[in-house]
Each structure stands twice: as C-alpha cells, then as structure tokens.
C-alpha cells in the first residue's frame, strides 16, 4: 500500500523502514573531537591481565582516546558542535534543535544536550537527548529527518557523544579494553537535490536489554555504598552473547535498508558499520559480500567510541577526499538495548 507522503507500508515491517521516495534530507556538515590522550594496548597489558596480541586479535583494536578528568560528556560534544557549525559557517542561532545522542549522560537530568545548549549560548531552542546505546547516531539521524520533513525544524544539530572512560571497570579486563572517548556533531536540513537519506530500518528488541547495560545509578538500583562497592556503576556487558546478536542484527539491518532504497549491497561505495569488532565488521561485510576496500573502519586507532563512531569514520572519508557526489553510503549500528539500525544515504 502506498500512502500520501510517499511512503511504502505493507506489514509490521514496512511501518518501522520507510522507504522516502520524494524530499531529502542531508548532513550539510560534520565536526568531530577526539581527546589528544592515547591509551595503547601496551598501556593496558601493564593494568591489566592482558596482552596486544589477544586485543589485536580478538577486537581489532590498537589503542583508544581518553578524555582527562576535568572533561564531562557535553564538553566533548560542545567541541564538535563547534566544529560543525563553523565548517558550515552557521551559528547556533540558525539551528532549530539540539539533539544528543549518548549513553553517558553528564547527569541524569537535565539531558545533555542542555548542557550544550548552554555551552553554545543557544537560548531557547528546543534541547533533548536519545537514548539508543551505539545505534543513538542512527536513530538521532532518523528523527532529525521526520522532524525537518514535518516541518518542525529547518536544521538540526544532532551530535553523537560519549565518554564510556567514566563508567568503564578498569579492572575488568572483559571490557576496559573496548571502549573509547569521543564526539562527532553533524548539521542536518532539507537536501536541495537527489543527496541524503534514501531509506532507513531500525528496530529495538528489550528483551535482551541486560546482556549490556549499566546496572545501577537508575531508579531500579539507585546509588548506595553497595552499588559502588560492587562496581555496579560501571558498563556491564556479555560479550560473546552480544557478539552473536551483532552479527545477525548488522547483516540483516543493512540488506533491509538496502532493499527498501531498491538498491543491491553492490551498489554500494562505502560501508560505514559502527566500530565495536573488526570480527563484526567482517562478518557483515562478509554478509553483504562487500570487498574490503569497502568497508571503512578506524576502531584500531579509537575503539568502540559508541555513538561517535559512525560520525568520526564519516568525517575522516569527507576530510580524506573520499567521498564523492552520488556516492552510495550505508551505515549500519548495532548496541545496548538491543537496538540496531541501518541507513542508506547518498552523497
Ligand atoms: O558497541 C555495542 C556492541 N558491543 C559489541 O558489539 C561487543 C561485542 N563483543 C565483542 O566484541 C567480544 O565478545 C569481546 C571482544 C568483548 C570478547 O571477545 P570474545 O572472543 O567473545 O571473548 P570471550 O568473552 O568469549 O572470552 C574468551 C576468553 C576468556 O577466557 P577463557 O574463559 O576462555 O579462559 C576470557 O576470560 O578470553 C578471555 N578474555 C581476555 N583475555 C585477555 C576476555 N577479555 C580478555 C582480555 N585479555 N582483555
């Protein structure tokens, strides 16, 4: 069935993955920040019980990013709205909403993005956060279209922030060894051409919510002197059960936007799959029989930096020359929740 807007739905499917047919909407900039500190695996050997071998081999990665303490998450954020704006020569008073995408709030309440908000001097303007866990960008960039399309707003900023440094167990070797810090912030309005958002799919399955997630500080376990004790406050994640879910959420999430843009994974440019393991971006795009040379990944020089992650790979093709008008780019999310997400976009 076809309605109005130009949308296809037929089933419980179509409804959550819209295939656009008609108006676009585009990232009309993007500005990142990474803090200058480097953490190396040879740096974590002498922490913990581990090795570079085993964290080469089994994640892919060679080092990460730390922000130091003075640093909250807002701060990282406000450095890459910055950079966005200027390299789109906006001020924030041209933007209509600021939208945040993270898992580690500075605080509970008020969200982040107030805190931005703040930083930027932006008085009045709408200000929210999403939650979505590493698939926040995705889903952020998926509002952010309806929003401008309805007529709501004229431009969003959406940055993807996080600094998982200070919810990290740097004793539990498990996990301290994946995660990074950073910030990626890009403008988003209505495409005067063909570039932009194609079609998207996203879903979310609670069911499998404790496999990774944060167990206390909430109203289902507040702060107490035992929730710290057991270093409850920190990331808590089954990772080879989340590996598995990856794998198969990543695959199927990129083939259902894919043929929701009526396109083949040959189609495809770039590949831009969230940075969480080498071994899960293989095995994806393995699935989609991608080449390689396809496939963009950075999670050797930063880790898992969740929601940043898909911004930061985006911008290093852009400032690399990389991409080129028309291009087809597909980017695909998976994390906490479970959530995961795909987009296909063109340049
Ligand atoms: O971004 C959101 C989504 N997140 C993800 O997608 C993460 C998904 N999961 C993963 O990337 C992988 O599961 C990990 C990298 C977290 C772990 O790799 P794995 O191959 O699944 O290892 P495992 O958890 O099954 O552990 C295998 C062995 C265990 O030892 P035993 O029991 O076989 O003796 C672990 O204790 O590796 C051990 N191990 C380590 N050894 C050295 C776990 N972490 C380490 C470590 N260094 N850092």
Redesign the pocket.
Same mark, same amino acid.
């Given at each position: 069935m076809q309605t109005g807007q130009g949308y296809a739905i037929e089933d419980k499917t179509m409804r959550m993955t819209m295939e656009k047919t008609k108006r676009r909407v585009k990232i009309s900039s993007i500005g990142v920040y990474v803090p200058p500190k480097i953490l190396t695996n040879a740096d974590?050997e002498k922490m /913990?019980?581990?090795?570079d071998e085993? %964290?080469i081999t089994?994640?892919g990665i060679r080092e990460r990013h730390l922000a130091d303490e003075s640093q909250a998450t807002s701060d990282l954020c406000l450095e890459a709205a910055r950079r966005a704006l200027d390299q789109a020569s906006l001020k924030i008073d041209d933007v209509d909403l600021i939208l945040v995408a993270t898992s580690s709030p500075d605080t509970l309440f008020p969200s982040t993005a107030c805190w931005v908000q703040k930083g930027l001097e932006a008085t009045e303007i709408p200000a929210f956060d999403l939650s979505a866990?590493?698939t926040g960008f995705l889903y952020g960039m998926i509002v952010a279209e309806s929003l401008i399309l309805n007529g709501t707003c004229r431009r969003v900023l959406l940055i993807g922030g996080e600094l998982l440094s200070k919810i990290t167990n740097w004793k539990d070797? @498990?996990?301290? /060894?994946?995660f990074g810090d950073a910030a990626g912030a890009v403008i988003l309005e209505e495409s005067p051409d063909e570039s932009g958002i194609i079609s998207f799919f996203w879903q979310a399955d609670g069911r499998l919510a404790d496999l990774?997630y944060l167990p206390a500080g909430g109203t289902r376990r507040p702060a107490s002197e035992e929730t710290v004790r057991q270093g409850l406050h920190y990331i808590s994640?089954?990772?080879?059960? /989340?590996?598995k879910?990856?794998v198969r959420r990543m695959g199927e999430a990129a083939l259902e936007a894919l043929k929701r843009a009526g396109l083949k994974p040959e189609d495809v440019t770039h590949f831009i799959p969230?940075q @969480?393991?080498i071994? %899960?971006i293989e095995a994806t795009g393995e699935r989609l029989k991608l080449p390689p040379e396809k496939v963009y990944t950075n999670i050797d020089r930063y880790g898992?930096v969740?929601v940043a992650s898909i911004p930061l790979c985006l911008e290093e093709l852009r400032a690399g020359g990389k991409l080129k008008k028309g291009d087809i780019i597909l980017m695909d999310?998976?994390? @906490?929740g479970f959530t995961w997400a795909a987009i296909v976009y063109r340049w």
């Open positions: 974590l /913990v019980d581990t090795s085993w %964290i089994r994640t866990g590493c070797r @498990a996990t301290c /060894v994946l990774l994640m089954k990772g080879n059960e /989340v590996f879910h990856a969230h @969480a393991n071994r %899960i898992n969740s999310a998976f994390g @906490a």
